[in-house]
């Protein structure tokens, strides 16, 4: 280690820094910055140290440093790439501290006249380097030095992050045309190569999973100097391309000049473009069965493709629904703003089963209207089939994509979802614009579950597309998750439990019912129907369905098992069968899960966050995993799957079923570690989690 961690110094540097001082100049050089230093005090006694601290973090610490002439000193940065994290950008901010009159100051740095030029304004001092326990072909990581970060009060920084990430800041690369012809995709694009050479263009699947990944190159058909730019045409026969479902990138592929390492930079879409992608232009590349290829830009604005399966809200008449909705809306604006609405919803707007449900039944039948100063709507597609559980409440329900359901969104000021906030909405609707408005409506997330086992922090974190206003959490552990790991503050994260709880109980009596209840992998998201058929997943479940010794066990001990496909694997439900007669295969609307949960003697799951709700009933849980290694590199956790469950685990069918009978001999009693854990994690006193939750938002939010 060549730095020094200075015990006494437990704080932020940033609330104790006397002023700030200037810098003349900046030079790198390896590992090594040399910088000039305009106003040190004269009455500055003893050496002059500096120090470096993490934007995120209270802990600065030394970095060494030598006198290079007067008022210059050459530090080593070198310790800097110690504190790298893979895919993250960390950032630093540089202190001078030095003694004034007997006592310890510190300084913050600006330059004097910042660099105009990006490419001299973001200089790298490290070549690179590799990070361990990362895949190779993606941990290449670069150190580099910038300043005045707008972020940080103009301050000067230094930032870890990946070549990639040094790209996007130093070099520009805008789009002028996508066209999607006869199956040729063309792109014109203009692009700043600086000091770097321009290799290809490449369209990548976007994957979680490294096995998955697959690129192809463009062919270049010219390349021409734009001014300081070089406009770029390149073309891709999307007939040889094979296409996965859902995400798939282009990007400029560029060389360095020192290393020759190459990096990406994606492809920027100003205003008109976005504008032209959105409004006007209806061009796609037709795949198998249904499904389409087409731009969109990312939330980064930058130019992106989907490739899924085609719905009914994909067509330019969504646009002139969504106008003619903004137009009714805004000519009785003062009408719509009278009337306070809070819109309800569930995955999709086509379910009434989960959080969503019960905490807008709870609100009906307990005048939380009257006492939230609201008027509650809850959104549901006419063909649900869930429908009828919400009739009772027919005058607060909105029929999904009516334009009365477009006027209330537009109008609302609250929405309350076990999902993210975009599903009062069609999640995948390639022209509308109605993200910018919903996006906008203060949001309560209700979750459907409990966040352990999945992580999902880069959606739903602060800041995220799915970010919320108010976090619905179970346990104190979830809660403390929350803060670690989402940036959310402790007032925003609630420990209230959800609202689904206030009618959980068991009814597992006489019954003898095992429920299975896999979760979905976001790697088998919307794919065809062969690509589904060929995973581990499906292989594994049907071999499962279809076991002798566990139809024989059922028969045994008399026991029927009632397999649950999660919602977002229900368009493949008809892939399944079982030769069982005592093996149920339950359809998306054809018994509420809840009321499953309710019924069963005990749980079989992967990594579903309905294990909380079996544990919550005190019943026992079987996580059968044979595919952890997978998910943890697609999907992640926040805790130790091995060690940290409230259940037996299984890698394979033969330990499954071992379990799952010993399970049986012991009539289904949670065992004495796992009730322990049960103890611990939930304090709930009663059943009230729907009014515990509107307490909160009144309090809170309004």
């Known amino acids: 280690m060549s730095h020094t961690k200075n015990p006494d110094i437990n704080f932020s540097l940033f609330d104790k820094n006397e002023g700030t001082l200037k810098l003349t100049s900046a030079e790198t050089q390896k590992d090594f910055i040399t910088v000039s230093i305009a106003d040190l005090p004269s009455s500055c006694s003893g050496e002059v140290r500096v120090l470096v601290q993490n934007i995120k973090e209270d802990r600065p610490f030394y970095l060494k440093s030598q006198p290079a002439g007067t008022d210059c000193f050459l530090i080593d940065l070198s310790p800097l790439k110690e504190m790298a994290v893979f895919g993250r950008q960390t950032t630093f901010c540089f202190f001078i501290e030095c003694t004034l009159n007997g006592k310890q100051v510190f300084y913050t740095l600006r330059e004097q006249e910042p660099p105009a030029s990006l490419l001299q304004r973001y200089r790298i001092f490290a070549a690179e380097i590799w990070l361990q326990e990362t895949p190779s072909t993606s941990s290449v990581e670069y150190v580099g030095v910038a300043s005045n970060k707008k972020d940080f009060k103009n301050l000067f920084c230094a930032a870890l992050c990946s070549r990639n990430r040094y790209l996007e800041l130093t070099h520009a690369c805008r789009l002028r045309s996508c066209r999607m012809t006869g199956g040729i995709l063309k792109l014109k694009f203009d692009l700043e190569t600086g000091f770097h050479k321009y290799v290809k263009t490449v369209f990548t699947f976007r994957s979680k999973l490294a096995e998955d990944a697959i690129s192809y190159d463009f062919h270049t058909v010219s390349e021409k100097k734009h001014g300081n730019m070089l406009r770029i045409t390149a073309a891709l026969d999307l007939k040889t391309v094979d296409l996965k479902s859902i995400y798939w990138d282009v990007r400029a592929v560029l060389q360095g000049p020192v290393t020759e390492n190459t990096g990406e930079l994606p492809i920027s879409m100003d205003v008109p473009s976005r504008m032209y992608q959105k409004f006007l232009y209806n061009g796609s590349f037709s795949g198998e069965k249904g499904f389409f290829l087409y731009p969109y830009y990312t939330g980064k604005q930058t130019l992106a493709f989907a490739y899924r399966e085609k719905n009914k809200y994909d067509g330019l008449s969504v646009i002139f629904k969504e106008f003619l909705a903004i137009f009714l809306y805004r000519i009785a604006r003062p009408y719509w703003k009278k009337k306070h609405i809070c819109l309800v919803c569930e995955k999709f707007s086509s379910m009434a089963q989960d959080n969503g449900y019960y905490f807008f039944k709870h609100c009906m039948e307990n005048k939380e209207e009257q006492f939230l100063?609201?008027?509650?709507?809850?959104?549901?597609?006419?063909?649900?089939?869930?429908?009828?559980?919400?009739?009772?409440?027919?005058?607060?329900?909105?029929?999904?994509?009516?334009?009365?359901?477009?006027?209330?969104?537009?109008?609302?000021?609250?929405?309350?979802?076990?999902?993210?906030?975009?599903?009062?909405?069609?999640?995948?609707?390639?022209?509308?614009?109605?993200?910018?408005?919903?996006?906008?409506?203060?949001?309560?997330?209700?979750?459907?579950?409990?966040?352990?086992?999945?992580?999902?922090?880069?959606?739903?974190?602060?800041?995220?597309?799915?970010?919320?206003?108010?976090?619905?959490?179970?346990?104190?552990?979830?809660?403390?998750?929350?803060?670690?790991?989402?940036?959310?503050?402790?007032?925003?994260?609630?420990?209230?439990?959800?609202?689904?709880?206030?009618?959980?109980?068991?009814?597992?009596?006489?019954?003898?019912?095992?429920?299975?209840?896999?979760?979905?992998?976001?790697?088998?998201?919307?794919?065809?129907?062969?690509?589904?058929?060929?995973?581990?997943?499906?292989?594994?479940?049907?071999?499962?369905?279809?076991?002798?010794?566990?139809?024989?066990?059922?028969?045994?001990?008399?026991?029927?098992?009632?397999?649950?496909?999660?919602?977002?694997?229900?368009?493949?439900?008809?892939?399944?069968?079982?030769?069982?007669?005592?093996?149920?295969?339950?359809?998306?609307?054809?018994?509420?899960?809840?009321?499953?949960?309710?019924?069963?003697?005990?749980?079989?799951?992967?990594?579903?966050?309905?294990?909380?709700?079996?544990?919550?009933?005190?019943?026992?849980?079987?996580?059968?995993?044979?595919?952890?290694?997978?998910?943890?590199?697609?999907?992640?956790?926040?805790?130790?799957?091995?060690?940290?469950?409230?259940?037996?685990?299984?890698?394979?069918?033969?330990?499954?079923?071992?379990?799952?009978?010993?399970?049986?001999?012991?009539?289904?009693?949670?065992?004495?570690?796992?009730?322990?854990?049960?103890?611990?994690?939930?304090n709930f006193s009663d059943q009230q989690h729907s009014r515990h939750i509107c307490e909160e938002i009144k309090e809170k939010l309004l």
């Open 373 to 682: 100063k609201k008027n509650i709507y809850y959104i549901i597609t006419k063909d649900s089939p869930d429908r009828e559980r919400v009739l009772p409440y027919k005058n607060r329900l909105l029929d999904f994509m009516s334009i009365r359901h477009l006027c209330y969104i537009l109008a609302a000021d609250l929405i309350v979802s076990s999902d993210s906030r975009y599903h009062t909405y069609p999640l995948q609707s390639r022209h509308s614009i109605f993200n910018r408005y919903i996006k906008k409506i203060p949001f309560v997330f209700l979750q459907h579950g409990v966040i352990a086992l999945k992580k999902v922090d880069n959606f739903y974190g602060k800041g995220q597309k799915g970010a919320c206003n108010l976090f619905v959490v179970s346990t104190e552990t979830e809660k403390q998750t929350i803060i670690d790991n989402f940036g959310y503050k402790p007032e925003e994260v609630i420990n209230t439990g959800l609202p689904r709880w206030d009618v959980l109980h068991d009814k597992s009596q006489d019954r003898r019912e095992i429920m299975i209840m896999p979760t979905w992998r976001n790697w088998l998201d919307s794919v065809p129907d062969k690509d589904f058929e060929a995973s581990d997943y499906f292989t594994h479940y049907m071999a499962l369905l279809n076991s002798r010794k566990l139809a024989d066990l059922l028969e045994k001990y008399d026991l029927e098992i009632n397999f649950y496909l999660h919602a977002k694997f229900q368009e493949y439900s008809d892939q399944f069968q079982s030769k069982s007669p005592r093996i149920h295969l339950i359809s998306f609307g054809e018994t509420a899960v809840n009321e499953m949960l309710m019924r069963c003697r005990m749980l079989i799951t992967d990594y579903s966050s309905v294990c909380w709700d079996i544990l919550y009933q005190d019943k026992p849980t079987i996580f059968y995993q044979f595919d952890l290694d997978k998910y943890e590199e697609a999907h992640g956790s926040y805790l130790d799957m091995k060690t940290d469950l409230f259940g037996d685990r299984a890698e394979n069918q033969e330990q499954l079923l071992s379990l799952l009978e010993e399970h049986i001999k012991n009539n289904f009693k949670m065992k004495p570690e796992y009730e322990k854990m049960r103890k611990f994690y939930f």
